[in-house]
């Protein structure tokens, strides 16, 4: 049985913290234990507010921002790349910004396109995996005004970009996330990899997939600074679901490269939870968490997931997306798991909190249904700290799609709306948002709208 540890804050109802948070109507709520998400950050020096007020419709039809925000579209699918290598691929997913020289911003954007991509990432020499691939990523270089300077192809031939992480020494680890092989759909090559890309000179890093990390539905990665323990989520689509990883490279913190050398690869298990939807109390906590080697990385015969872990098994979650390094502790997001779907218990999203040093796993946040955290729809996406001291969370739902910050005492704001139907009048439907990320100095949120892929750069009066 898990130890229950106590929440901070005082709990308040959903309507309270709606009423807070002046998104009544928004249908969204967390609660005081988000603390425990920035324990030993930076951001747990500067508390977050209640928000920056409501938001005002766009004139232009694109971004709903609160006053005093304002937006400018960085780039748009279909519309040529300034390389000259063809137009801006589509699907926006996963992003990233990193430092450049003389106040420069690099931006490295994941482009989900599956093998029907409606426009792929156009094939360049030395920056191919597959010619088959239509997903890959592009990179974006921004003065200190967010003017494009450059935006070119930064790797090609991939499958289903989804999400990823960076890396302590500046790149970016983009994750296919599929486990087709070569012959299906028209691979050449098999998928299912990590690829590490340099925003700032992609030819440095070309289109190598790092094996030892493992093929599987990849979703999103998060490297422990001190130790260069990469963790990594599986986002599968049907039972057994994913799992939770994490890389032992030989050659840790070793930069670009490095985690060419290899490694082992390694799942989590929680002794006695086979299935982490069954935990529902917040601030369930569980110690001695165990780390077996995968038997098969490559899974050469049978998935991962599906593989014999021994006798103890394996501990298996639904809808794992979301992950990322905060203080000491890694973070990652299970979107929602259904009953309906093979889940052991239903939840509309999880985030857990593993600990490295003590190797004890926490329960830090449950949305609904049966409590009294909710979120319409599919609940969170992407995820990250925000310089106010908080989270932006992507909503990853059905209706209007916000990207939501909430403050370190759980108070919910709406940050931005989306405004592009891509439904029709009678039967709307709008682009859910992707790869929220922020400037290294914080004075820029950058978000994707996954469809039509649209990359904002949002500024304004963000509070310290």
């Not at 430092?99 to 482009?111: S, Y």
């Not at 990590?194 to 490297?223: K, W």
């Amino acid at each position: 049985m898990p130890e229950t540890g106590s929440t901070t804050g005082s709990p308040a109802t959903r309507r309270e913290l709606l009423a807070r948070s002046g998104a009544l109507g928004a249908g969204i709520a967390f609660t005081g234990a988000l603390s425990e998400l920035f324990t030993g950050t930076a951001a747990a020096q500067n508390l977050g507010h209640a928000g920056y007020g409501p938001l005002i419709p766009d004139p232009d039809g694109l971004l709903d921002l609160p006053k005093g925000f304002r937006y400018q579209v960085l780039s748009r699918e279909g519309d040529p790349l300034r390389s000259g290598e063809g137009p801006v691929p589509s699907n926006h997913d996963g992003m990233a910004a990193f430092a450049g020289r003389h106040g420069r911003v690099h931006l490295v954007r994941n482009h989900e396109n599956r093998a029907g991509g409606r426009v792929p990432v156009p094939v360049i020499d030395g920056l191919t995996y597959d010619p088959q691939g239509k997903g890959g990523c592009t990179a974006l270089t921004l003065d200190h005004h967010n003017r494009v300077l450059s935006e070119r192809v930064a790797i090609a031939g991939t499958a289903v970009n989804c999400a990823g992480g960076p890396t302590p020494w500046d790149t970016w680890l983009t994750c296919e996330e599929t486990e087709d092989r070569a012959g299906t759909n028209g691979y050449t090559k098999d998928h299912g990899y990590i690829f590490e890309v340099d925003g700032a000179d992609p030819r440095r890093t070309g289109a190598v997939p790092l094996t030892a990390m493992g093929r599987f539905q990849h979703e999103a990665i998060a490297v422990d600074p001190k130790r260069g323990v990469v963790y990594e989520t599986e986002d599968a689509f049907e039972r057994p679901f994913g799992l939770f990883y994490r890389f032992l490279p030989k050659k840790p913190l070793g930069g670009t490269g490095s985690l060419r050398a290899g490694g082992r690869l390694q799942a989590m298990r929680v002794p006695g939870v086979p299935d982490l939807s069954s935990i529902q109390e917040i601030g369930a906590r569980f110690d001695h968490i165990e780390w077996v080697d995968v038997p098969d990385p490559q899974a050469a015969e049978t998935p991962i997931r599906h593989q014999d872990f021994g006798a103890k098994g394996i501990t298996h979650a639904q809808k794992l997306e979301g992950c990322y390094w905060g203080g000491s502790s890694v973070y990652f997001v299970s979107s929602f798991a259904h009953s309906a779907e093979g889940s052991a218990a239903d939840h509309y999203g999880q985030i857990w909190r593993y600990d490295p040093d003590r190797r004890r796993l926490t329960l830090v946040i449950v949305f609904g249904p049966d409590t009294d955290v909710q979120l319409p729809g599919e609940s969170p996406d992407n995820i990250c700290l925000a310089p106010s001291g908080g989270l932006m969370v992507c909503e990853d739902g059905n209706g209007a799609q916000h990207v939501y910050g909430v403050t370190r005492r759980g108070e919910v704001y709406a940050m931005a709306r989306g405004r592009q139907n891509i439904g029709t009048p009678e039967e709307p439907e709008w682009g859910e948002f992707a790869g929220v990320t922020f400037s290294p100095d914080g004075d820029t949120m950058y978000v994707n709208c996954y469809t039509p892929g649209t990359t904002f750069a949002v500024t304004g009066p963000w509070r310290r």
